[in-house]
């Protein structure tokens, strides 16, 4: 397999730098076997020194929307040309998945029954190349921030989906950017404490026999590789599309932490 994973890109407006950076990123993805002249990278060079990342699967780790309501397939008109897109890698063959994340639940409507895409959400679990990975946005890693984790609950709740169904559009755009900014208030902690508990997540999962934990939230790009009991095992956070335009690329057991330069 052949694999991106990334995650934290808040996307809220076509013009804003990180969503025009995505979609050119995007174009470069390829599903088809690529002769691979940078390690592990996936990158295949053309004659004008351009390049294309041959994969099969794109990961999108949670909070790829700053925040998303979806009602009878009208979504935020912001997001349309995005959500083309992804429409197109799949018809280019790659397969999509989505983790829901803080900012964005309620995706399964859209992506999973309207266009096919797979939607995760809590917890995915891959198996590939005799490795266990596991894959997850990671704001419920924490689990003494009791606040947001009922905020978390509350706006997942049945109850909560009923009300927003009835709710007119404009209305509920702006009530999706209020939730959006209490998650990010009620969640909001430094990047190294929270790299901290995921690491700590990260080894009990080892124990439990994964060999790969993947998560996003923390915004802080990272990889770090350890051999227990003679098995490789791996960690990494993502990083975001705010600041970083960082995603991590798997090859055939191997990842490596990259960065994309627009």
């Not at 995007?26 to 076997?33: G, N, R, T, V, Y």
């Not at 053309?46 to 949670?62: A, K, N, R, W």
């Not at 969640?187 to 998560?215: P, T």
């Amino acid at each position: 397999m052949k694999a991106i994973f990334l995650s934290d890109n808040h996307l809220k407006r076509e013009k804003d730098a990180g969503y025009r950076y995505l979609m050119r990123f995007f174009d470069l993805l390829e599903c088809k076997p690529v002769e691979i002249n940078e390690q592990h990278t996936g990158r295949s060079y053309g004659e004008t020194g351009g390049y294309t990342i041959g994969i099969d699967d794109l990961f999108i780790v949670g909070d790829f929307f700053d925040f998303w309501f979806c009602r009878n397939n009208h979504i935020y008109p912001e997001f349309r040309a995005m959500v083309c897109k992804l429409i197109e890698l799949k018809t280019r063959g790659i397969r999509i998945h989505l983790c829901e994340g803080n900012h964005d639940f309620f995706l399964k409507d859209y992506f999973s029954n309207k266009l096919g895409m797979t939607v995760f959400s809590d917890w995915a679990v891959i198996d590939s190349n005799g490795r266990r990975i596991l894959v997850s946005h990671g704001d419920t890693v924490d689990r003494s921030n009791i606040r947001y984790l009922l905020l978390r609950k509350i706006l997942r709740s049945i109850i909560f989906y009923r009300i927003q169904r009835g709710i007119p559009s404009s209305i509920l755009w702006s009530i999706a950017r209020i939730s959006s900014n209490m998650s990010k208030e009620l969640s909001n902690e430094s990047e190294d404490r929270l790299v901290e508990k995921m690491h700590a997540f990260s080894m009990e999962k080892f124990k439990e026999g994964f060999d790969a934990v993947i998560l996003g939230h923390c915004h802080k790009p990272l990889l770090k590789e350890y051999t227990i009991e003679d098995r490789r095992k791996t960690f990494a956070t993502l990083g975001d599309w705010i600041k970083r335009y960082s995603y991590l690329y798997y090859e055939d057991g191997h990842f490596t932490l990259s960065y994309y330069r627009p």
